[in-house]
């Protein structure tokens, strides 16, 4: 006698295939569904999707108004961008998130369009931010965001760190946060991180990130022969340079930090995504291509030996 073949005996689905199928891959797509299935889910998971989510909407917001102030490409600029520095800024709001019982105060320096000083304003930070101009030079968008800044309760103040020192008394901040800026600094980096370490508090904490000089794609263009900075003719033509002075490795970020007295709590290796840089208009077919084919290289070599990712991520501790 044939075995009459039900619906639970066609195809058995395990609760981990389950699992597997909704909440697989690196991004939580289904965090309703996560806490409804799994009650038992950690708090450091919800905490991700809230601030990834965080992350979204604040980026939005700065997209749609440098899109009212300065246009679609200046607004698709910000996007991209931000896009493609997720992982990076995503690591210093959970760092930051996870140290505030105790941290409150935070000094964002390199403004930019105001993304991570609105970040950390979101999660309850008392925020101050500074830039090398006033307003913040992105266009229209400056004055817009120096009026949102002060509207969220953000102070902001001008600062250029090749030249002036910090405006702040000793000891005023828990953390500081800089994020991108230490590579455009044309001279010694001493001064910046002896003024950083003067207004910390006792056990205050900096956040760096920075360009990995030997991330996979750039020891490829080493090995052809290629520049990894700024093409020589912007370097020698242009008379107000602000790109990349100096990038560094892992053991120079390590050195640097101990011979300004931080002592480093947490470092990553953080890779950046290459899909907003793949919708650049000024990209050739052939230019996407082949930055597609070298990144998604990359990907896949960083994954085995995190070293090669694009940047260096680091939380240090002031120390006595």
Same mark, same amino acid.
């Given at each position: =006698?044939?075995? $009459?073949?039900?619906?639970?005996?066609?195809?058995? =689905?395990?609760?981990?295939?389950?699992?597997?199928?909704?909440?697989?891959?690196?991004?939580?797509?289904?965090?309703?569904?996560?806490? =409804?299935?799994?009650?038992?889910?950690?708090?450091?998971?919800?905490?991700?999707?809230?601030?990834?989510?965080?992350?979204?909407?604040?980026?939005?917001?700065?997209?749609?108004?440098?899109?009212?102030?300065?246009?679609?490409a200046a607004a698709n600029e910000s !996007?991209?961008?931000?896009?493609?520095?997720?992982?990076?800024?995503?690591?210093?709001?959970?760092?930051?998130?996870? &140290?505030?019982?105790?941290?409150?105060?935070?000094?964002?320096?390199?403004?930019?369009?105001?993304?991570?000083?609105?970040?950390?304003?979101?999660?309850?930070?008392?925020?101050?931010?500074?830039?090398?101009?006033? *307003? %913040?030079?992105?266009?229209?968008?400056? &004055?817009?965001?120096?009026?949102?800044?002060?509207?969220?309760?953000?102070?902001?103040?001008?600062?250029?760190?090749?030249?002036?020192?910090? *405006?702040? %008394?000793?000891?005023?901040?828990?953390?500081?946060?800089?994020? &991108?800026?230490?590579?455009?600094?044309?001279?010694?980096?001493?001064?910046?991180?002896?003024?950083i370490r003067r207004i910390l508090k006792?056990?205050?904490?900096?956040?760096?990130?920075?360009?990995?000089?030997?991330?996979?794609?750039?020891?490829?263009? +080493?090995?052809?022969?290629? *520049?990894?900075?700024?093409?020589?003719?912007? +370097? !020698?033509?242009? $008379?107000?340079?602000?790109?990349?002075?100096?990038? +560094?490795?892992?053991?120079?970020?390590?050195?640097?930090?101990?011979?300004?007295?931080?002592?480093?709590?947490?470092?990553?290796?953080?890779? &950046?995504?290459?899909?907003?840089?793949?919708? !650049?208009?000024?990209?050739?077919?052939?230019?996407?291509?082949?930055?597609?084919?070298?990144?998604?290289?990359?990907?896949?070599?960083?994954?085995? +030996?995190?070293?090669? $990712?694009?940047?260096?991520?680091?939380?240090?501790?002031?120390?006595?």
């Open positions: =006698m044939r075995k $009459k073949r039900g619906r639970s005996t066609r195809f058995a =689905m395990s609760d981990k295939m389950f699992r597997s199928l909704v909440f697989g891959g690196r991004y939580n797509i289904f965090p309703h569904l996560h806490s =409804m299935f799994s009650p038992s889910s950690n708090r450091k998971a919800n905490q991700k999707v809230e601030l990834a989510r965080v992350f979204a909407e604040t980026l939005d917001e700065v997209a749609s108004l440098r899109l009212l102030a300065d246009g679609l !996007y991209r961008y931000g896009l493609g520095e997720r992982d990076r800024h995503l690591a210093s709001l959970r760092f930051v998130s996870s &140290a505030m019982g105790t941290h409150k105060k935070i000094l964002d320096i390199g403004c930019g369009d105001g993304l991570m000083a609105l970040l950390f304003q979101r999660i309850g930070l008392e925020v101050c931010t500074l830039d090398m101009a006033d *307003p %913040p030079p992105v266009g229209n968008y400056g &004055a817009i965001l120096k009026k949102l800044l002060a509207f969220r309760g953000v102070e902001f103040k001008r600062c250029h760190l090749g030249k002036d020192s910090l *405006p702040f %008394p000793a000891q005023t901040f828990d953390i500081i946060h800089m994020a &991108a800026v230490i590579e455009h600094l044309p001279q010694s980096h001493k001064k910046v991180l002896d003024n006792d056990n205050g904490i900096l956040i760096m990130d920075t360009p990995n000089l030997t991330h996979f794609a750039n020891r490829i263009a +080493f090995l052809l022969g290629k *520049p990894v900075l700024a093409p020589i003719e912007q +370097f !020698y033509n242009i $008379k107000n340079y602000h790109g990349h002075f100096r990038e +560094f490795t892992l053991e120079e970020v390590r050195a640097i930090l101990h011979y300004s007295g931080f002592r480093i709590c947490s470092l990553n290796m953080v890779g &950046a995504s290459i899909l907003p840089v793949l919708k !650049y208009e000024n990209f050739t077919l052939r230019n996407k291509l082949r930055y597609a084919i070298v990144s998604s290289c990359s990907k896949a070599v960083s994954t085995i +030996f995190p070293q090669l $990712k694009d940047c260096i991520w680091v939380a240090a501790v002031k120390a006595g």
